[in-house]
Structures are given as structure tokens and as C-alpha cells.
DNA sequence: AGCGGGTGTGCAACCGGTTGCACATTTGTC
DNA sequence: GACAAATGTGCAACCGGTTGCACACCCGCT
């Protein structure tokens, strides 16, 4: 059906060498020869199989972008910066959908399979050696999101998450806030253990800050809506609750107001990333910035760049957060 | 690096041939000889590479999944679900993000370089003649939350917009609303005009209707926030809109009660698609359902049967809406 | 023992490209 | 005009698999 390279040397009158050479750049091809071939290639719509050349070159320039989160909301946003800054380098992402996959072995064969160029690990609930996993099978990695650790195995792209926690806890306390709540993520996932951890070393800086703790079961509005219902049943709310991630916070928005409680009048949120519909004026949600485009960015630099260079030293790449006031906290006095 | 079909056969001490068989389902290979070769593959880690197969099968297992909509909520739906329909079926989708691109030929050129087994074009705006070019490029391809048009070039799969733009004219009517709004999304985007066709014809049917029309920049909460806040100032609103989307009206709704208004006692609100969105208790949106799952089910079952039998009949696969009573229109009297 | 049919395996060509090497041709230099 | 260097092109091998064909082998049957 579609030309091939024998198709396009034969209209030409030269060999398949000739036309290979005409069509990779930098490589010598007399100007009236390229002429004739470029003439015959149009004339046939011929391309050049990546596939096929990626036999001999050993690439594919295809990368593995791996996810699991695929209900909160700012992925959508993570998607599409990933696939355009990849795009706009001749990448081409090859995606695969975790859904509840812990073991990385499946994608790791898979992405073999495929001869991918390089992976990108998007999620901030893996664990470290999930990423491990790809590098040990002798792929370039990047783990986006992921936790941050001083000597990472593979290129880790992120936010600090016990810092953030911290910066939770201080901006909680100089508004005034004394007795407050972590409602985190699942107990499992790295970015809801860091996120606790910064958060209860931020308050122990304060004598006088008192603190309890909830997981919701995932990263979704019903998850943080469920258990901030329960909270409300339970036992007396805290006075304000940093949430694991704006979605868990939207979903507490609105069990507080179903519960008739106003926000943040009788109970304060505060929640993290920042996404878009954190803005939403009928959200409004304070809330700590997550440098996504800036994270997505340097991620697809680094594995662009690691596949070039594979003996690469893999760092941790940090990027700061900052808190993003808007209408769930009481103003600080 | 990685162990080749040459590899396996010389530690197993028999021929390429006799390894590729092993691993092909349905060859002929001695049970002796089948193990040995597993052995041999096994401590070698070995994995046949679907590319270098794919050149001789034909077959790469890779779908181009096309794309425009990275801002609409309801995608990241879309994306996992489309992900895991083709992962189920041992497709790979290779995810192509468009970006105000609406000339196919970028993409085309593309997917065939990748030599993808089939394509799905992702979206409600795309012209029918978008999803034609893959096919005329020889390609399988469908077009989900395409345009419904009774004898289509390729497949089409998804719900017929006049129809549910005249269910929304019903509902509304039946609400004992008279003077009504349409508040769609961009004007050149085939869902916005079909919806808006069966909405002006389904309220043709009642000769004391009265409508008017304008247009949101995009399918996208800020565009239908700013559309809205500027129908409050321009002139007397109408009892009820119809939003080309839920996301445009979740945005018109930040905005009407921005301005004082009351939802739905002041104004009504009817959106479409049902997203996962619109049931969250603080939007409890009135809205005509999409049957998403189903038409992505559909899709992917179509595309996959369109590579194995090329020359098969397109038709247009059209899912039917239900309205979905929530909190944003007034109660049927 | 002889024969027919089925099963298992290797050879070699092929898929659609790339690339080292050898050689021919052009170009530049004095 | 002679010679070296630079440039352009084809041959053939290779990337990692698949597959048609030929052939060897084993089995059961008369």
C-alpha cells in the first residue's frame, strides 16, 4: 500500500542507499540527485517508516508516559502540557494506565516491547522503585511528582512535599488557627505520608498547635467529601483542615455546606496543586501552588536529554511552592 | 543490551526460526524443544520485539488516539477510559494532542510513520472530514463523539446532538419556561451547531417559545463564566438556559450567582454530558447524560474490527441521552 | 517391510530501513 | 596538467523479527 524506500529509489533511478541519505539529515546527497529523489518521494507520498529506522538506530523516539491518576482533575492539565512539550521535541508519548497496578512489571515488559526511548512516571502516590523498576531494565526515567529524596536512583521532578506540608501548618498558624486537621490522601501514597509529615513538624514548631489526622480512601472529591462527612459525625470539627490535594478539599467544601457549615466562617480549608478549578469563583479554594508547567517542563528536558547521555547523574529536581490566598481561610489578623 | 531472538537460539541450541515459533501462538514446536527454548528465553530476559514484528506482520498494536479537548473535565474520563479499553485488548494508544490544529495532515502523516494499526479521532468539534482523512490514508478509523450523519465515509460513534437538543427544548418547556436562552459552546464546532439546531427546532414545536442564542468562546468554565456575566449586563437574561456543555454551565453558573442571582429559582440551568462533575452536591447541575462508557466500549470494539476486516461498512453508532434531574431547573409542575 | 500422512525444524528470503566501506567522480591546489 | 582531498553513490551486511518451502523424522497401518 504505502511507498517504501525501493519504490521511491526505482521512480528516482538511483539506489535505497541514496534515497535513505537523502532523507536523514546531514548526510551527503548531490543537490540534482536530492531533487530527483524529493521529486519521486512526492509523487509516491512516501515517508520513511520510524519503525523500520528505528531498527537500525535504536530509537524510536517514543516515550512511555505512565499514570495512575486519572480521576483528579488537574491531570487533565498534566496530560495535555506532557503531550505537547513532548510533541513539540518529535516525541510521541506512548501511554499506559496504571488503574490500582502497584507491580511495575507489566508496563516495564511492555515498554520494552515497544522500544520506547524513555519513560516518564507521572504520579505522586508511586513508590521510589517503581521508577527503579524501568531504570534497572535499562531505560532512561524521570518519576514526575514523585517524592523527593536527597540521592534518587533516577531523575526525580517535584515539589517538596514536607516543605509544603510545613508551609500548610505556618500559614494555618499565623491566621490564628490553634486546633487543626490533616485530611490527607490514601495513607499509602508518598505525597499524602510527606504532606503529613511536614505538616506535623510545622505544628510542633508551636506549643499551642493541637492536631488530628484522617485519610480519605483516594484522591477524589467523593473520597474527601465521604470523609469530611464523617469528620462532621464523628466528633467536634477541627477550626481548620489542610487537605491532601484541592480535589479532597472541594469534596470537604461541600460536605460542609451540606452539613450548614460555612467556610471559611466556621471551618477553614486550605488544599494543594492549585488547579484550575481552584479558581473557580464558586470554589475559591486558598490553596498551595504546584509548579505543574515548570515540573512538566524540566521532566521532558531531562528524559529528552538521558536518552542522549544515558550515564547521566540522576538528582532530585525540586521546584517551590507557594501559598495562593483566595477565599477558604480567614484573613490573617 | 537486550537479549535478541539470535541470543535464545543459540543458548537453546536451535534455530531463529524454531524460537520465533515458540513464541507465536498457534506454530508447531516440539514440547522438548519448547522448553529448552523457554529456559533459555527466561534467563535471558528475553522479550521478542513488537516492532521488529510488526514490520513483517503488518500489525503494530498501537492506536493513534486524536485529540482536541484537553481542557474539558469530562476527557479525563475520556482518557481512562479509552486507556483501558485498548490496554484490555493488548492495544497501545499513541496519544496525539491536536491544540487548535484542525488541518488532519500533521497527524496523518504521523500515525502512519508509526505505522499505527488504527486511529481514534477524540472529539465533539473536529469536521467529519477530519476522521475521513486518516481513512483516506488508508487507515481504520473512528470518530467518537462525532457528528451523527446517516451514511458516514467512517465509522461514527456517539450521540445524535440534534436529538438531545431537542430533549432539551422539551425539558424546558414541560418546566413551564417560555423565554429561553441557548448558551453554546464555540460556533464552529459541529456538536455546538447541532445542538443548537435541534434545540431551535424542538422549540419551534411550541409556538409561544421564544429563544436567543449566544455563543461561549470555548468549551471551557471560563468561557462560559465570561459569556454569561456579559448576558447579564447586555439585557434582560432569559428564565432558562440551555448550555451546549456542563462545563459551560457550571461556568455560567459561578457567574449568575456572582451577580446575585439564584439557580433555580432566578434563572435555570440545563447543561449536557452528565460529567462525573455535575453530580458533586455543591453544583447538583441538571444536565442530559452522555453515555461516554458506552460509546468509548463501542469504539475501540469497532476499531479494533476494522483492522482485521478493512473493507467493512461505516455506520453511525448513536447512543441515546436521558435527562438527568438535579438541582438547576425548576421542578416539572 | 513398505507406505502415507502428519509433525517438527532449518534454510533463506523478506519486512523497510541504515551505514561502513570501496570506488568513482568532482573539486581545489600548485 | 598532475595529484591530493573532498564529495557522492552503490554494494552488501545488518537491525530483530516472520514465514513459505523443503525435508527429515516418527507414527500407525496394511
Not at 516495564?108 to 521508577?131: C, E, H, K, N
Not at 472541594?250 to 479558581?279: H, T, Y
Request: glycine fraction near 8%; proline fraction near 5%.
Amino acid at each position: 500500500m504505502a511507498a517504501t524506500l525501493k519504490d521511491v529509489a526505482e521512480r528516482a533511478g538511483v539506489s535505497r542507499s541514496a534515497v535513505s541519505r537523502a532523507f536523514t539529515k546531514g548526510a551527503s546527497v548531490a543537490p540534482a540527485t536530492r531533487r530527483r529523489i524529493e521529486q519521486a518521494a512526492d509523487a509516491l507520498g512516501y515517508r520513511p517508516n520510524a519503525l523500520a529506522s528505528s531498527l537500525t538506530t535504536g530509537r524510536t523516539k517514543m516515550i512511555g508516559l505512565v499514570s495512575n491518576n486519572f480521576h483528579n482533575p488537574i491531570f487533565l492539565t498534566v496530560f495535555d502540557l506532557f503531550t505537547r512539550a513532548l510533541q513539540d521535541r518529535g516525541l510521541r508519548p506512548l501511554l499506559v494506565n496504571l488503574t490500582d497496578e502497584t507491580d511495575p512489571d507489566n508496563s516495564v515488559r511492555m515498554l520494552r516491547q515497544y522500544s520506547v526511548d524513555g519513560v516518564i512516571v507521572a504520579s505522586s502516590t508511586l513508590p521510589v522503585s517503581f521508577a527503579e523498576a524501568f531504570h534497572a531494565a535499562g531505560m532512561p526515567v524521570v518519576h514526575s511528582f514523585g517524592r523527593h529524596v536527597t540521592f534518587p536512583k533516577v531523575d526525580v521532578i517535584g515539589i517538596d512535599n514536607i516543605a509544603a506540608g510545613r508551609m500548610a501548618a505556618e500559614t494555618l498558624y499565623r491566621r490564628g488557627y490553634r486546633n487543626v486537621g490533616f485530611l490527607g490522601g490514601p495513607a499509602n501514597a508518598t505525597s499524602t505520608q510527606d504532606r503529613y509529615t511536614g505538616f506535623a513538624e510545622g505544628l510542633s514548631r508551636h506549643a499551642e498547635m493541637s492536631l488530628t489526622t484522617s485519610y480519605a480512601a483516594g484522591y477524589a472529591f467523593e473520597a474527601g467529601r465521604d470523609e469530611m462527612l464523617r469528620l462532621c459525625e464523628a466528633a467536634p470539627l477541627a477550626e481548620a483542615y489542610f487537605c491532601g490535594d484541592d480535589v479532597l478539599s472541594i469534596g470537604a467544601l461541600s460536605a460542609l455546606q451540606d452539613k450548614g457549615l460555612r467556610v471559611p466562617d466556621d471551618v477553614g480549608l486550605i488544599g494543594l496543586n492549585n488547579m484550575a478549578m481552584a479558581q473557580w469563583q464558586n470554589i475559591n479554594l486558598t490553596t498551595i501552588s504546584n509548579p505543574v508547567s515548570q515540573i512538566i517542563e524540566k521532566s521532558v528536558e531531562l528524559v529528552a536529554s538521558s536518552v542522549e547521555n544515558p550515564d547521566h547523574r540522576p538528582a532530585a529536581h525540586t521546584f517551590s511552592c507557594t501559598v495562593v490566598e483566595r477565599g477558604t481561610l480567614r484573613p490573617e489578623s
